[in-house]
Each structure stands twice: as C-alpha cells, then as structure tokens.
C-alpha cells in the first residue's frame, strides 16, 4: 500500500471512528447512559483494531466486513466483540442446560441493549450518510435475524425499538426508552 494510500486511510478511519462514537455518545446521552456514551468503543483506538481498520477502510461500511473478505475472519473484530458488552456476540456461552450443549446468547442487562440500539443507529447514520433513514438500521438488522445467536429477550427488544424508530422516529423512540424502559431497570 503506497504512503498516501496508509494517511488516506487513516485520516479516514479516525474521523470514521471519531463521528460514529460522537453520535453514539449523543444517543446514550439523551437517554441518560452517560458512562457508555463516553466510554463507547474505545477499543477501536487500540492497535489490534485501528491497524487492520486503516489498512481495510472504505469508507462505507465497516472495515472489519472487508478484512472478513481478504483474510476468511476479522482479527479486528473478534477482539472487538469480546471487549465491548454491547455487543450480542459478546454473551455467547455455552449453555447451563444438560440438555443443550451448544453456545447460546445470555440475557444483555438492558443499559448494554440500548448502547448496542444506539450503536446501530449511529452506524447507519455513519455509513449512510445523507441517504439516511430511520429504517436503516432496521433493514440491516433484519438481513441477518433468524442467524443471530442472541437471547430471545434481547432480540425481541432490539427488534421492538428499531421497529419504533422506523415507523416513528428518533424523539417518540428515545423518550419511550428514557422514560419507560430505563425505569422499569428490567426488561
């Protein structure tokens, strides 16, 4: 890869990575998770993750997708996801029933839920641009559901808010999740 390719790149990434978590932390701030909001992917600056992002970015849609491509796996994300609890993959463990042994997704605590909600949506908002909607993340979602290995609680919420934020809107979706989920404390 040439010199100018490698600034490019980096520059692009970095102001990638740094809009995406701006927007993330502004979600998780209206609806009052300040501690995920300013400590959202911050493993994303360690080398293991930024290297292979400078050398994979596109600048719409992740890199970690391309290196996926390149190299059969994503060493990027497989230390991403098992740093950042908001994160479905990262509560994938084998199940405490006899009866089934495979790996299964463990119930997310709700504050993890609604970072990964806004995570989502800032990743649209992201790679999207000024093609963005509010059913993006939706659409993205729901190409991959029925793969997933996810707790059957944790999908049916995170389907339930981006099904609200499709059909209406950011300020009725993150007032319903500020005012009503985050006080029930449970889901």
């Not at 600034?7 to 995406?20: A, C």
């Amino acid at each position: 890869m040439k010199v100018s390719k490698i600034i490019k790149n980096f520059f692009g990434h970095l102001t990638t990575i740094n809009e995406h978590r701006f927007l993330v932390m502004k979600h998780c701030f209206r609806v009052g998770l300040y501690k995920q909001g300013l400590t959202h992917d911050l493993s994303k600056y360690s080398p293991t993750e930024f290297i292979p992002g400078v050398k994979y970015f596109q600048g719409d849609r992740s890199p970690n997708n391309a290196q996926r491509e390149h190299e059969g796996y994503s060493s990027a994300w497989l230390h991403h996801k098992g740093r950042n609890r908001h994160h479905y993959e990262y509560w994938i463990d084998y199940s405490s029933k006899k009866d089934t042994p495979e790996l299964v997704g463990m119930k997310m605590p709700l504050k993890y839920v609604i970072e990964m909600f806004c995570d989502r949506v800032a990743a649209s908002k992201t790679y999207n641009k000024e093609k963005y909607t509010d059913a993006d993340s939706l659409k993205y979602y729901m190409r991959g559901r029925g793969h997933y290995v996810i707790h059957p609680d944790t999908d049916e919420l995170l389907h339930k808010l981006l099904e609200m934020l499709a059909q209406k809107g950011e300020d009725e979706t993150f007032s319903y999740i500020k005012k009503e989920l985050l006080t029930k404390k449970g889901y």
